[in-house]
Nanobody
Framework: QVQVVESGGGLVEAGGSLRLSCLVS????????MAWYRQAPGKQRELVAD???????NYADSVKGRFTVSRDNAKNTGYLQMNSLKPEDTAVYYC???????????????WGQGTQVTVSS
């Protein structure tokens, strides 16, 4: 059984930093892409950043230069380093993992349960 679990959220003052982690556990072949999304109250879920298996990254304009996405393939873990946090970054942050279970190019999407990030002004 595959699980995707985020950790590292919390309450921080504006200008502060947090590091989110996303651990994928279970019997898998590999993780293709990993991504971080967020959803603020009353708003749609939006892509924050993603990273391919080869390490290519993509960021939302609102977080460029402040957030850094990375991954450790040996640990099946992804990270989101968030610096210079702003109150508008307050949201539930979700990890998404695109997973392969065999050498066949068949992918299954998994979501974590989310972790709350609150930035006070």
């Amino acid at each position: 059984q595959v699980q995707v679990v985020e950790s590292g959220g919390g309450l921080v003052e504006a200008g502060g930093s947090l590091r989110l982690s996303c651990l994928v556990s279970g019997s898998i072949f590999s993780i293709d892409s990993m991504a971080w999304y967020r959803q603020a109250p009353g708003k749609q879920r939006e892509l924050v950043a993603d990273i391919t298996s080869g390490g290519s990254t993509n960021y939302a304009d609102s977080v460029k230069g402040r957030f850094t996405v990375s991954r450790d393939n040996a640990k099946n873990t992804g990270y989101l380093q968030m610096n210079s946090l702003k109150p508008e970054d307050t949201a539930v942050y979700y990890c998404h993992a695109r997973i392969r279970f065999s050498r066949d190019y068949v992918f299954v999407n998994y979501w974590g349960q989310g972790t709350q990030v609150t930035v006070s002004s």
